[in-house]
């Protein structure tokens, strides 16, 4: 028995590889800032890859667990080089403000489909880009304030964040 709609398992399917490159996203940035012997910062971002993984991995098993079928699409690769942290760290707070619109776009279909099951399962995701966005806004504006010639400011502040 599919207890999902065509209509939604077809959007979480792309949102499975929205996930999977927004994780390749952050290993790019995670390196930029390995290469810059900013460890704290490349820490923070093999993180998010990781999470971002688990997440696309959510909807996958949301996906088998209500008889759909699962098609991840095609990746792009990602951005691989920056000129500045901030504009990696710009990069990576618009891809979270991207992903909150996916995910409210998710809720819509599911509402409009009177799917109880994935609005449960979609409200998750919902509450979780607000920790996305806010972390990342505020990463952003440490940066702004720091400035690139002290970010070693800025790894001293995620040490004493954690």
């Given at each position: 028995m599919t207890m999902i709609s065509k209509e939604l398992c077809d959007e979480i399917n792309?949102?499975?590889?929205?996930?999977?490159?927004?994780?390749?996203?952050?290993?790019?940035?995670?390196?930029y800032f390995d290469g810059q012997a900013l460890r704290k910062l490349a820490d923070l971002f093999y993180k998010q890859a990781a999470e971002e993984q688990e997440h696309a991995m959510k909807?996958?098993?949301?996906?088998?667990?209500?008889?759909?079928?699962?098609?991840i699409p095609?990746?792009?690769?990602?951005?691989?080089?920056?000129?500045?942290?901030?504009?990696?760290?710009?990069?990576a707070l618009k891809w979270e403000?991207?992903?909150?619109?996916?995910v409210n776009h998710l809720?819509?279909?599911?509402?409009?489909?009177?799917?109880?099951?994935?609005?449960?399962?979609?409200?998750w995701f919902?509450?979780?880009?607000?920790?996305?966005?806010?972390?990342?806004?505020?990463?952003?504006?440490v940066v702004q304030r720091a400035g690139e010639k002290n970010l070693?400011?800025?790894?001293?502040y995620l040490t004493h964040a954690d």
């Open positions: 792309a949102q499975v590889g929205r996930e999977y490159g927004a994780s390749f996203q952050y290993v790019s940035i995670a390196t909807f996958v098993r949301y996906i088998v667990d209500t008889g759909g079928d699962v098609v095609p990746v792009a690769a990602p951005k691989a080089k920056f000129a500045s942290a901030e504009e990696a760290i710009a990069l403000e991207e992903v909150t619109a996916q809720m819509d279909v599911a509402v409009a489909k009177k799917d109880y099951l994935g609005q449960q399962f979609l409200a919902v509450t979780e880009q607000l920790e996305e966005v806010s972390s990342m806004q505020t990463l952003l504006q070693l400011m800025l790894e001293a």
